[in-house]
């Protein structure tokens, strides 16, 4: 939580850090990723035998030692929209008898050669937590069944056995499922109205529930401010008319709400603010939430649903289109873009359980494989800054400085939320250090700014900036990434302008 009082440009800024005044614990699965069928996100990306760069499994080493330096504490796979068409009996088994389907959702060739099994294997040596989406598209209610009883049941039943033989003795106990992905899409397969979604998402979560309880499930909303949100929580968030708990049963059928949002913009400054979009979406979405419990009268002993962003990020489809693999090349406006991405979810700790940059590697991603190495994207920088260490608690904030007044996009933020040209989330963290991250989007102007509240005389400094807004990493040389020094924690500090910014120190 941050609130932010305007300023006039050569007024001083100042940011008052409270660290006492603890806001929310933040959910690690803020740092989770997304590997989907799609591109070289899987093939070439996190799997790619017989390259050098690959360990006994295929799995490049170079990629896991990335997903282990960012952390990544959960990953959503096998889609997006590929789950649309995904029968994941497909990919299980003997490599030789899988087949080769079409894919309808990016319009390729589906080889199945990797599948549950080699994702999970994957996720166990990354040291991640896999995050299932069903399909809600062409998949039927026992498929998923099936997946479910595969992945997580010990018992001495069909698909238990099946994974068994397949050299798989105990469950993998995948603790997200997603009931569909995106369903409310024109583009995809089985595009439903939300009535159709609501009732049939209901009905799957009731027996996937009684299959296994502990799961934790995953509703398919849109941005979080449509009628569909608010329809498919008001038929979806309900208590004890599913037969399944008693008043005192402390779950609910539902437990996360999904949203997705990618933004975008050619300008910098319209590119950078967007993000504030998607911190909105998370207010306007935990208040469908909020509304569905209250209408529904769930009682305040279930878990409020918390919101799962698995979609988030950068993307513009028309400069990177998903049928030719998305594969973006991120500026160093996309950096600071990412950055105030990144601010919203720490800044609504609260309210947000789980979001996954999408994707992790090659689509639309901080990570690019070659043949020979990896480019880790502009974006890559404040990624990594905030997942090593903003973690722990949201801190309260005020920030004092000029605000920027163009357009956005979308063009609603200029009525809804202010765009300051400081952009600033703290934490403090289990290690008793007070992280401090400030996002400077003005592409001319440094701020000398007051640190209220920084009692420290040893800072540690984190800057990602580069020598304009449009620099890239991608053409062979890395132009962006993070320049440490220290600093005395005396007098004003400046954030310079485009640069992304971490302080941090030991609380006193
Ligand atoms: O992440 C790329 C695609 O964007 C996903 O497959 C889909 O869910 C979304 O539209």
Redesign the pocket.
């Known amino acids: 939580m941050a609130t932010f009082t305007r300023i006039e440009e050569g007024e001083t800024s100042s940011i008052s850090i409270h660290p006492s005044n603890k806001i929310a614990k933040i959910d690690d699965n803020i740092y989770g990723g997304?590997t989907?069928h799609?591109g070289r996100c899987i093939y070439g990306g996190i799997y790619d035998p017989g390259n050098p760069l690959s360990d006994e499994n295929g799995f490049r080493k170079d990629v896991i030692d990335a997903f282990k330096e960012l952390n990544v504490p959960v990953v959503r796979y096998p889609?997006?929209?590929?789950c649309a068409t995904y029968n994941w009996l497909d990919g299980v088994g003997p490599r030789e008898n899988r087949p080769s389907r079409p894919e309808l959702?990016w319009i390729g060739t589906e080889t199945n050669e990797f599948g549950t099994d080699e994702f999970m294997k994957w996720c166990e040596v990354v040291g991640t937590e896999p995050y299932i989406c069903l399909n809600m598209g062409t998949g039927t209610l026992a498929e998923a069944l099936g997946w479910l009883e595969y992945c997580n049941s010990d018992r001495n039943t069909y698909y238990a056995n099946m994974r068994r033989k397949n050299g798989r003795e105990k469950p993998y106990n995948v603790k997200y499922w997603a009931l569909g992905?995106?369903c409310w899409?024109a583009?995809q397969v089985e595009q439903m109205t939300k009535e159709d979604y609501a009732k049939k998402a209901y009905q799957w979560a009731k027996a996937l529930k009684l299959l296994d309880p502990s799961i934790t499930l995953i509703l398919c909303g849109e941005t979080g401010f449509s009628s569909w949100d608010y329809y498919v929580l008001k038929e979806c968030v309900k208590w004890d008319v599913h037969g399944l708990g008693t008043e005192s049963t402390t779950k609910s059928l539902i437990d996360m709400h999904s949203i997705?949002i990618?933004t975008a913009s050619n300008e910098h400054l319209p590119n950078a603010t967007a993000p504030r979009a998607a911190e909105h979406a998370i207010k306007m979405a935990s208040s469908l939430i909020d509304l569905a419990r209250i209408e529904n009268k769930v009682p305040e002993t279930v878990p409020r649903q918390k919101i799962c962003f698995d979609?988030w990020n950068v993307?513009d489809p028309i400069r990177a289109p998903?049928e030719e693999g998305?594969e973006e090349k991120y500026t160093l406006s996309d950096a600071l873009a990412v950055a105030v991405w990144l601010n919203a979810f720490i800044r609504q700790a609260k309210d947000v359980g789980m979001a996954n940059i999408?994707?992790s590697v090659n689509?639309?991603s901080p990570l690019m494989t070659t043949k020979d190495g990896l480019v880790k994207q502009t974006i890559w920088w404040p990624l990594l800054l905030f997942s090593k260490y903003m973690r722990g608690h949201t801190i309260a904030l005020n920030v004092k400085a000029p605000e920027y007044g163009g357009q956005t996009k979308p063009r609603w933020i200029r009525a809804a939320i202010e765009t300051p040209y400081l952009d600033c989330s703290a934490t403090v963290g289990d290690d008793g250090f007070v992280n401090l991250a400030v996002a400077n989007v003005h592409e001319e102007n440094d701020y000398e700014v007051a640190l209220d509240g920084l009692q420290a005389d040893k800072v540690e400094v984190y800057v990602v900036s580069g020598d304009n807004v449009s620099v890239t990493n991608t053409d062979g040389a890395q132009k962006v990434g993070i320049k440490e020094s220290s600093w005395d924690g005396k007098g004003k500090y400046t954030f310079g302008k485009h640069s992304f910014t971490l302080l941090r120190w030991k609380r006193a």
Do not use: R
Not at 79 to 82: D, K, P, T, V
């Open positions: 997304f989907e799609m889609g997006g929209n590929f959702a992905n995106e899409g583009w997705h990618y979609e993307w998903g998305a999408a994707q689509v639309i």
